[in-house]
Nanobody, 116 residues
Framework: QVQLVESGGGLVQPGGSLRLSCAGS????????FSWYRQVPGKDREFVAA????????RYADFVKGRFIISRGTDKNTMSLQMNSLKPEDTASYLCSVRYYGSDFWGQGTQVTVTS
């Protein structure tokens, strides 16, 4: 059973930084892609960043390029999102996702609030 647990959200001032983490379990063999999405109530969920299980390929949404860095942990089932230069518009629930053998699995999300 695939499970994902996010951590690291919180309240931060504009220009500040946060580091989100995602701990996965239930997937070992083969390869997978980890992703971060974010969602604001009343809006569609939007893609933030992705990384392959080998850690060789990353992809970012244009609105986070140069500010956010996605990385894989030493444990291939974990990943992080370093978020720098945060803006109020980055306020959202951030969800970890993994695509494993064609199926998508989701965590519960961690809230990030950027406000002065």
């Amino acid at each position: 059973q695939v499970q994902l647990v996010e951590s690291g959200g919180g309240l931060v001032q504009p220009g500040g930084s946060l580091r989100l983490s995602c701990a996965g379990s239930g997937f070992t063999g083969g390869s997978w892609t980890f992703s971060w999405y974010r969602q604001v109530p009343g809006k569609d969920r939007e893609f933030v960043a992705a990384i392959t299980s080998a850690g060789l390929n990353t992809r970012y949404a244009d609105f986070v390029k140069g500010r956010f860095i996605i990385s894989r942990g030493t444990d291939k089932n974990t990943m992080s999102l370093q978020m720098n230069s945060l803006k109020p518009e980055d306020t959202a629930s951030y969800l970890c996702s993994v695509r494993y053998y064609g199926s998508d699995f989701w965590g519960q999300g961690t809230q990030v609030t950027v406000t002065s």
